[in-house]
């Protein structure tokens, strides 16, 4: 008999590689994961460039101590639950744990085809990614916008401001 699986995120049965990845403002009940949890293969799911923050109860769980994540760097992490070991796991460079404010407005029409949360001006994601990354946006932005890459889903624009000229 295949075991229940519950939960309102991303659940990981098998190998895994997650990038440029926004997962916020999940919800869940009555002890399901409320985000990422992995019960995959040994040591398989492997994440980069990612906000994973934000979430009603956890964020990121691991069903025991060999089903770690392996971060790749530059990862915006928040609540931890189960066997995530932060010793070991989210603790590559640019790595980010513990975020308790991830720094995202709500889900809306941000431009693109899908739906997605911008970054507010304080966001700990804004810069922090380092200068490799993927060429654009989930919305089809290119990426960096400035010195370096945003990390999660979306890049914020920089928007030109035209002040007049005074000439005296």
């Known amino acids: ?73 530059y990862n915006i992490i928040g609540v931890v639950a189960g066997q995530v070991d932060l010793t070991q796991e989210f603790n590559a460079m640019g790595d980010q744990t513990g975020v308790s404010n991830p720094g995202l407005f709500p889900l809306a029409n941000n431009g693109g085809p899908t739906l997605t949360h911008a970054l507010t001006a304080d966001s700990p994601a804004l810069d922090a990614g380092g200068a490799l990354c993927a060429a654009t946006d989930q919305r089809g932005v290119a990426r960096p916008q400035r010195a370096a890459c945003d990390i999660g889903a979306v890049e914020m624009q920089l928007h030109a401001i035209y002040l007049p000229l005074i000439v005296r």
């Open 1 to 73: 008999m295949p075991q229940e699986i519950s939960g309102r995120g991303l659940y990981t049965i098998g190998c895994g590689y997650l990038t440029h990845l926004t997962i916020t403002q999940n919800e869940a009940q009555n002890g399901e994961v409320a985000c990422i949890h992995s019960m995959g293969m040994i040591d398989c799911t492997r994440m980069a460039h990612s906000l994973i923050a934000g979430n009603v109860q956890d964020d990121v769980r691991a069903g025991n101590s060999q089903q770690r994540f392996i971060s790749l760097g």
